[in-house]
């Protein structure tokens, strides 16, 4: 089997893993599960996550140029080996972006706008399960519900910042960074989308505006080739008729 085929053939159980992951973790956060039940998400987050693994693994082994390959995906192996450790596993989070974005993100390129809106979405539902798993408890926090946890998300990501809400641990600090840079990126999505879009409807017109105007050129040619034409054979008819 080859890197390509490998990539195509997991693509999308990958994403499936993904968003199992997320379900389980927006679950484990939401509910905090005691007992037979935390044991069961932990047991099924290392399956999923094994899973990663066998993926990075397998790419691994089916590239062409192992070193390079392995220099240039080090953030991979980082985000499969890292979140092993408890105090990391937030980290666990970045993979799961990663996945879905290689899986439908290429299922909707050449939809920039679309796939811009709802990765930020899910980046707003995840940065706000993040912030409730990294700040709830804590001495001092003021964000300790899943409803602050969204409306502090939403004012981040679209940049406004309003400040009633604000992380007070260094982790929730690193989780805000992706939300504010998510909001600028998604602005600037979607201006360069409607400036493409502008220009591709004036270069529309343009085209459309200059096939009618060789259109009427080609008639005026034409008339004008019929009149001297006309013109030529008077003479001839004139002197015939003499």
Not at 13 to 29: K, N, Q
Not at 81 to 110: E, N, W
Not at 133 to 141: N, W
Not at 153 to 174: F, I, K, L, M
Request: net charge neutral.
């Amino acid at each position: 089997m080859t890197y390509e085929r490998w990539e195509r053939s997991t693509e999308w159980p990958l994403a499936g893993a993904a968003l199992s992951f997320l379900a389980i973790y927006a679950c484990t956060v939401l509910s905090q599960p005691v007992g037979a039940g935390a044991q069961l998400t932990e047991h099924a987050v290392l399956a999923i996550w094994t899973l990663f693994g066998v993926d990075y693994l397998a790419r691994l082994a089916l590239a062409q140029r192992r070193t390079h390959w392995f220099a240039l995906h080090l953030h991979e192996l980082a985000i499969v080996i890292l979140p092993v450790l408890r105090p990391l596993r937030l980290l666990r989070l970045l993979t799961l972006v990663s996945l879905l974005q290689r899986s439908i993100g290429g299922a909707l390129r050449g939809r920039v706008v679309t796939y811009a809106v709802s990765g930020t979405l899910l980046l707003v539902f995840v940065a706000a399960l993040a912030m409730l798993d990294a700040e709830r408890g804590t001495p001092g926090a003021n964000i300790e519900t899943f409803p602050d946890e969204l409306w502090w998300a939403v004012p981040t990501v679209t940049t406004v910042g309003y400040g009633d809400y604000t992380p007070t641990t260094a982790t929730g600090r690193c989780i805000a960074v992706g939300p504010m840079v998510a909001g600028i990126a998604l602005l600037g999505v979607v201006t360069a989308t409607l400036a493409s879009w502008l220009v591709q409807k004036v270069a529309e017109q343009d085209e459309a505006n200059q096939a009618a105007t060789q259109q009427q050129v080609a008639e005026l040619i034409e008339q004008v080739t019929a009149l001297r034409t006309e013109l030529a054979s008077r003479p001839t008819v004139a002197n015939h008729q003499a």
